[in-house]
């Protein structure tokens, strides 16, 4: 079986390039580079079964081959990127996902869009389960990303309909765990990086707004089993322990044992989300998946691949 997948040098499409190699998989990993990193796919290169294409998706996709699955996983992803690339970010959103769906119609390929929690926007009901329709402001500052990925979303299940392309849409929660940028602008790298490197927590608003973080390990076992069931609907896939931003930077300073204040800024937008916090009911009854690992562990092996990316002087690392 051979499997594209776009944005594969990225932080969760290299774990994802990694779960496919080692069940032999042949992979296609495709990635212009503008967020993802070669660092995170050196040590796949030297596998027969996969191989790096340095391509802009948003441009035609020329594969003289066959090829059975289509990951669509190209895009900027955290807030510090898509407000850098607004542009970019809508356009991979919506010309990338047309050209990665005309691929896999050409191809006869089963498609996987990766989309994301932001479709909800600032939520008006918590937890938010798949049959919520959202609160997206669709000219803030954080409509780059939420419009591109509805429009991803919007456009795959038209593919679906009026091609009888066979797709899935997963719908991805905070994420976390190695390959993370020191600089993405997520809540836990900056927590960590901050702590490790003894400046102070920096927590926007008044820390009370709420967020879930699944394990990067838990997603892409997810992932795959979505893959391979039958189900063509978005599927959340995250983890439901949900927790205050303020009470997570308690516990990173905690678990680095850093003696660095928290300190509170204003919010950078007005569109940031209340609360966010998957219901995986569906998850559990589709695909027969929840997370397993626990945000302590999490977070133990999280910090320990930060200490050695700032120990070796790379903040740029992804």
Same mark, same amino acid.
């Given at each position: 079986?051979?499997? =594209?997948?776009?944005?594969?040098?990225? $932080?969760?499409?290299?774990?994802?390039?990694?779960l496919?190699?080692?069940?032999?998989?042949e992979?296609?990993?495709?990635?212009?580079?503008?967020?993802?990193?070669?660092?995170?796919?050196?040590? =796949?290169?030297?596998?027969?079964?996969?191989?790096?294409?340095?391509?802009?998706? *948003?441009?035609?996709?020329?594969?003289?081959?066959?090829i059975?699955?289509?990951?669509? /996983?190209?895009?900027?992803?955290?807030? !510090?990127?898509?407000?850098?690339?607004?542009?970019?970010? =809508?356009?991979?959103?919506?010309?990338?996902t047309?050209?990665?769906?005309?691929?896999?119609?050409?191809?006869?390929a089963? $498609?996987?869009?990766?989309?994301?929690?932001?479709?909800?926007g600032?939520?008006?009901?918590?937890?938010?389960?798949?049959?919520?329709?959202?609160? !997206?402001?669709?000219?803030?500052?954080?409509?780059?990303?939420?419009?591109?990925?509805? /429009?991803?979303?919007?456009? *795959?299940?038209?593919?679906?309909?009026?091609?009888?392309?066979?797709?899935?849409i !997963?719908?991805? /929660?905070?994420?976390?765990?190695?390959?993370?940028?020191?600089?993405d602008?997520?809540?836990?790298?900056?927590?960590?990086?901050?702590?490790?490197?003894?400046?102070?927590? *920096?927590?926007?608003?008044?820390g009370?707004?709420?967020?879930? $973080?699944?394990?990067?390990?838990d997603?892409i076992?997810?992932?795959?089993?979505?893959l391979?069931?039958?189900?063509?609907?978005?599927?959340?896939?995250?983890?439901?322990?949900?927790?205050?931003?303020?009470?997570l930077?308690?516990? !990173?300073k905690?678990?680095?044992?850093?003696?660095?204040?928290?300190?509170?800024?204003?919010?950078?937008?007005?569109?940031?989300?209340?609360?966010?916090?998957?219901?995986?009911?569906?998850a559990?009854?589709?695909?027969?998946?929840?997370?397993?690992?626990?945000?302590?562990?999490?977070?133990?092996? *999280?910090?320990?691949? /930060?200490?050695?990316?700032?120990?070796?002087?790379?903040?740029?690392?992804?």
């Open positions: 079986m051979k499997i =594209l997948v776009t944005g594969g040098a990225g $932080f969760i499409g290299s774990h994802l390039c990694d496919l190699v080692d069940k032999d998989y992979v296609i990993c495709m990635d212009n580079l503008i967020t993802g990193r070669m660092a995170n796919i050196t040590h =796949l290169m030297d596998k027969s079964n996969f191989r790096f294409i340095n391509h802009d998706v *948003t441009k035609y996709i020329d594969i003289n081959e066959h059975d699955y289509v990951f669509h /996983f190209a895009s900027p992803a955290s807030p !510090v990127d898509y407000l850098n690339y607004p542009i970019q970010t =809508l356009k991979v959103g919506s010309l990338g047309h050209k990665t769906l005309g691929l896999a119609k050409e191809k006869g089963r $498609f996987l869009l990766a989309s994301t929690s932001e479709v909800y600032d939520p008006q009901i918590n937890p938010q389960s798949e049959d919520y329709w959202g609160n !997206v402001n669709s000219t803030g500052q954080r409509s780059c990303y939420d419009e591109a990925k509805r /429009f991803a979303e919007a456009i *795959t299940v038209a593919y679906h309909r009026m091609h009888k392309l066979d797709t899935r !997963v719908r991805i /929660f905070n994420t976390y765990g190695p390959r993370m940028r020191p600089q602008g997520r809540v836990v790298s900056n927590f960590i990086v901050q702590a490790l490197s003894g400046q102070p927590l *920096t927590v926007y608003g008044d009370k707004q709420t967020r879930s $973080f699944c394990y990067v390990s997603l076992e997810g992932i795959h089993r979505l391979n069931s039958e189900e063509t609907e978005p599927v959340n896939i995250g983890n439901p322990d949900e927790m205050s931003v303020g009470q930077a308690v516990l !990173v905690e678990m680095v044992g850093s003696s660095s204040p928290i300190e509170h800024r204003p919010l950078p937008t007005d569109d940031d989300p209340k609360v966010r916090c998957p219901d995986i009911s569906k559990k009854r589709v695909l027969q998946w929840e997370p397993k690992v626990v945000l302590r562990e999490g977070l133990a092996a *999280t910090i320990e691949y /930060f200490r050695k990316v700032l120990d070796a002087g790379d903040t740029t690392r992804s």
